[in-house]
């Protein structure tokens, strides 16, 4: 772990914080490091040499309102945390005050992130388990009923999926830079052909392999991060994304981390969603529009982050490909909703 202070962070306040507020906690100087992955929230490693822990805080520069919100995952994870879908505990919460942006510390959840294609090889032979296990974790999740652990305000179910279009729009209104005609109009497709939608829950936001912690030996699922974007809302937004990121992104060389659906022998995106049936009993007739949404609302994302990329606002490698990627998950999203429309009802 370098010395050198990674951005973002003031390691003498932070750790003088860290000291007053959670005493005992140090038992030695205060090391930082910016972690691989959070291309949007950034997250460090903290250690005095003997433990360790995860700081979270919102990315430098250019923070669209609504996202990047540090109370809100402080709040989920303290939710979370005495129930069956596994979460790090959280530890503090602070505003901006100490490193000039709020941000919260929690424990480091031992295991691995699964970014590398060279890890997914390894995995191989455990593949089924990995993608059962993601799956089922993800199922536990959204029949927690949400008053049940205090997040019953979370968010507001009603007209969620429109919201939804209404915010991810805003959010490209905010970061535009280049004229995409074509990713216009897959958001305006999909408002125009809405579905009935699902019965509400917890929806993470961004539910997909790289955003949980695995155990090594068996693939179990010992921790589900990056909560930023979590509400109350329609559960198959996350069964989507977490198909898109699982295959349906295959081929695009995409920098945020390997895709599961470009490693041979791996379950299909389609696996994963019959074995989310079988476990919820939900009806996934209406699905083909969820897919369309994901792809747009990661579209949106990259678009953000091309955005901030250009203006030297990013921290980490590989922002600067995101924006080359959008056209491709706008052409899959398009098909995706044009599949669902010509559907018989």
């Keep these: 772990m370098s010395d050198t202070a990674p951005p973002g962070i003031s390691v003498p306040l932070l750790e003088e914080f860290l000291r007053t507020e959670v005493p005992g906690l140090l038992s030695g100087p205060l090391r930082v490091e910016l972690l691989a992955g959070g291309r949007s929230n950034l997250t460090y490693l903290l250690t005095d040499g003997t433990g360790r822990w995860v700081l979270r805080r919102p990315p430098l520069g250019h923070v669209l309102a609504t996202a990047h919100d540090m109370t809100r995952e402080y709040r989920v994870l303290r939710a979370l945390h005495p129930t069956d879908v596994p979460v790090p505990k959280p530890l503090v919460i ?7 942006a709020p941000f919260y510390v929690m424990e480091f959840a031992s295991g691995v992130v699964l970014r590398e294609r060279a890890q997914l090889d390894a995995f191989g032979a455990a593949s089924e388990q990995l993608a059962a296990g993601l799956v089922a974790t993800l199922g536990r999740l959204h029949q927690l009923a949400p008053e049940s652990v205090g997040l019953g305000d979370l968010g507001r179910p009603a007209g969620y999926l429109a919201r939804q279009l209404r915010r991810w729009a805003a959010q490209l ?9 074509d990713l216009t ?10 579905p009935a939608g699902q019965a509400p829950g917890i929806v993470h936001g961004d539910y997909r392999l790289d955003n949980v912690v695995v155990d090594p030996a068996d693939g179990r699922v010992v921790g589900v991060l990056d909560w930023e974007m979590a509400t109350i809302g329609d559960p198959l937004t996350d069964l989507a994304s977490m198909v898109v990121w699982w295959d349906g992104i295959r081929g695009l060389d995409s920098p945020v981390a390997a895709v599961p659906g470009d490693v041979p022998g791996y379950p299909t995106g389609g696996t994963l969603v019959r074995t989310y049936a079988e476990e919820t009993g939900r009806d996934l007739s209406e699905f083909d529009w969820y897919l369309g949404f994901a ?6 994302i990259f678009e953000g982050i091309h955005y901030r990329a250009q203006q030297g606002l990013t921290v980490g490698d590989g922002f600067d490909r995101l924006g080359a990627m959008v056209p491709a998950l706008v052409e899959r999203g398009h098909a995706a909703i044009t599949e669902f429309a010509t559907a018989p009802r």
């Design 94 to 100: 602070a505003g901006a005050e100490i490193i000039g």
């Design 173 to 181: 209104a905010a970061s535009h830079s280049r004229d995409l005609p």
């Design 185 to 194: 109009s897959l958001g305006e497709r999909l408002g125009r052909i809405l």
């Design 295 to 300: 792809y747009y609302k990661i579209a949106a």
